[in-house]
């Protein structure tokens, strides 16, 4: 490492020329850029493990049996020790020319005849173009590119909602702004819940088919990794600094994973009472929330040193949860909706109590109810201005709009059937509530209290966020 940044030190004024200026054929050594480590290990690696659609993975035959072998990767794990990716970082080094990714059999090799690769590879093509994002990246790489050169150059980021499809092994995204679907994470089977990054670089889904956390690059939308998990996952949720992903095990005891988005990989368990459903992080960033269907329990967890808080045991099954703040930013109350309830409940956080229980209108006559697995009321969210509460009805394929605080009913929009879950755009403005049994999303104007409009999705969408993506 030492010996390294002192190279990498020495060499950084005529490495920066050379990317502005990349040298021709031939030239001085000198104005070769040096090659990044730490740009290696968070760029570079994850290339190798991405799963690109109608393609093997590079470390499916790159670990074994292949020229260029990387390590293989450990049981269980979904990246590489420090050490390991040292010896990685020598042996692909041997592969690029610095200062020419055109000269680069690494870049090479797996591009496209037809733009600029090498006639054959025998694992085939990867990518069809150089303007491929993941192209794009190892070129930065053999030009001399930093984390912190490449995070100056980062595209702008956009309102989008990421729309999971739990029968499905797509994730829709969709543009608030056109209300089209733009993107699709393919590859991931029953996917339930989703969490974003926050500086946008990589989508986090709970695969319930392989009891994983999948990584997804937000660029591309292609699975980078899969992280074991300890045991069958739902909903997820991510501190506010990006560094922890919350998952809830639906097995029981009952436990929250955490996995560290660095190491990518499952750092510990924290036990609560009763199996797991959703996690949340507080508005303020400064509580985990995980609420369970079988315990009927809802635990409070310090974010920053992740043990226990308080807890509280309700009559029926905690589902989805929502939370309105104080002025500060601190959490005021947070609506919780219960197992075979058509409602929900109302906890005053400073004193850990239920404070009211309100009950959703009746459905509208001639409207037929869905019964089904005691999920009644699902899916709630709160305006960033506090002024204003979504609620789904699954059994009356509506959703309730509450002013908030004094929780009046300000009207219900009827949605398509079995509305599961809602986010809102970041100005509150509009609710995208998912359509269960219609596989579409309804766009509910919430001062107009009206459906705008519905988007198709895929196959019986659930939980869907709201997130900050290239
Ligand atoms: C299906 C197995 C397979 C997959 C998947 C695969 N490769 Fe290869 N690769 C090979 C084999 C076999 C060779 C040696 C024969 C050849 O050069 O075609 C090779 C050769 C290479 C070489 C030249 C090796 C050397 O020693 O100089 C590079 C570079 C390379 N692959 C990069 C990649 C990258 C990057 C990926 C993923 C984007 C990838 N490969 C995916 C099988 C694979």
Redesign the pocket.
């Known amino acids: 490492m030492l010996r390294f940044k002192l190279v990498l030190c020495a060499l950084l004024l005529p490495a920066a020329a050379a990317v502005a200026q990349p040298a021709a054929n031939g030239s001085a050594p000198a104005a070769a850029p040096s090659l990044d480590f730490e740009f290696f290990k968070a760029r570079i690696e994850p ?2 493990t991405t799963k ?1 659609p109608g ?4 470390i ?3 670990g074994d049996g ?3 072998k990387l390590t293989p990767l450990p049981e269980g794990s979904a990246a590489w020790t420090d050490a390991e990716a040292r010896s990685n970082f020598d042996l692909i080094r041997a ?1 690029v020319v610095p200062g020419n990714p055109d000269q680069s ?2 870049l090479r ?2 591009l496209a005849e037809e733009a600029g690769g090498d006639p ?5 093509k ?1 990518w069809t173009s150089k303007t491929d994002p993941e192209w794009q990246t190892l070129a930065a790489w053999v030009n001399g590119a930093t984390l912190t050169s490449a995070a100056a150059n980062t595209a702008p980021l956009h309102a989008r909602i990421v729309q999971t499809n739990s029968a499905g092994d797509d994730v829709s995204i969709i543009d608030p702004t056109t209300n089209k679907v733009v993107g699709r994470v393919v590859g991931i089977e029953v996917n339930h819940g989703a969490a974003a990054a926050p500086d946008g670089s990589k989508i986090y889904v709970s695969n319930e088919a392989n009891s994983t956390l999948d990584v997804v690059d937000a660029r591309t939308l292609r699975v980078m990794s899969r992280i074991p998990l300890s045991g069958h996952p739902n909903n997820i949720s991510i501190s506010h600094d990006g560094k922890r992903v919350y998952i809830a095990i639906r097995e029981q005891k009952g436990v929250v994973d955490v996995v560290d988005t660095a190491s990518l990989a499952r750092v510990k368990s924290i036990p609560i009472k009763g199996a797991g459903h959703n996690t949340y992080v507080t508005p303020d960033g400064r509580y985990v929330v995980a609420g369970s269907v079988a315990g009927s329990s809802m635990t409070i967890i310090d974010q920053k040193t992740e043990e226990i808080v308080w807890d509280m045991v309700f009559d029926k099954g905690v589902r989805p949860l929502a939370f309105e703040q104080n002025k500060d930013g601190s959490t005021k109350r947070i609506f919780v909706q219960l197992s075979d309830y058509n409602g929900f409940a109302v906890v005053d956080f400073a004193t850990h109590k239920e404070v009211q229980r309100i009950a959703l209108p009746k459905i509208a006559a001639g409207k037929k109810e869905v019964l089904e697995g005691g999920n009644t009321s699902h899916g709630m969210a709160v305006t960033a201005d506090n002024t204003r509460l979504i609620v789904n009805s699954r059994l009356n394929s509506a959703a309730y709009i509450y002013s908030l605080p004094d929780l009046k009913l300000v009207g219900g929009v009827d949605v398509g059937i079995a509305p599961d879950w809602v986010t809102l755009t970041p100005d509150g403005k509009m609710a995208y509530v998912a359509n269960a049994g219609s596989n579409s999303v309804s766009v509910v104007d919430m001062g107009g209290v009206k459906e705008v409009t519905r988007i198709p999705v895929g196959q019986v969408p659930k939980r869907n966020i709201t997130a900050m993506l290239p």
């Open positions: 290339i190798f690109r393609n093997a993975r590079c499916s035959c790159h292949t020229p260029m592969r059999r690494l090799h797996p054959h590879h025998d694992g085939g990867h």
